[in-house]
């Protein structure tokens, strides 16, 4: 009896679930048109709309993303380049603060005896300072003997010389300093008219 009950009720919820289904179904010219068919139209319709806005959106984020991509490449680019700026105004600005203590090196052995044991050592002393700096990227200026050039050398005299050929520097007053290819100090020499 029991399994007759449950028969019966599963025979009524299946006749419910049918009838819901007719309810929801539309009949047209004799025909049945479910209402599910319809809605399917319409989201084929809404999903072509909508994969042409997703499309143009992706095309729009794509685009945006590029153009940030290449912001931020070019900003590290910036970066780096400023950071290299910066060693070097370092660098440039400790060396030119340095040049007068090589000057006054230069002066200081200029009429010594190079055998005396004091002289050696300020020469050592001389040599390393200017290895380093070199090693930084310094580099002296050629004068004596060369032709002037007004980028590289600053005329302080002129004089007739029968020794030196015209436009030609006679003697350097100042050695004249390079740092990276970049002129911190011209020298200060005298020319031959």
Known sequence: MDEKKLNDEKLD??????QEILEEDEIIDGEIVDDDYE????????????????????????DKYQRLLADFTNYKQREEASKVDFKKFAVS?????????????DRALKDQDPEDGLVKGIVMTRDEMLNILKNEGL??????GEIFDPNVHQAVLAEDSDEVESDHIIETFQKGYKLNNKV???????VAK
């Open 13 to 18: 919820k299946d006749q419910t679930e049918n």
């Open 139 to 144: 580099e002296e200026i050629p004068s004596d």
């Open 184 to 190: 911190i100090r011209p020298a200060m020499v005298k």
């Open 93 to 105: 600005n400790l060396v030119e603060k340095l040049l007068p203590v090589l000057d006054n090196f």
């Open 39 to 62: 809605a399917v139209d319409e989201d084929k319709e809404n999903n072509e709309v909508t994969n042409e806005k997703l499309e143009e959106d992706f095309n729009e984020f794509k």
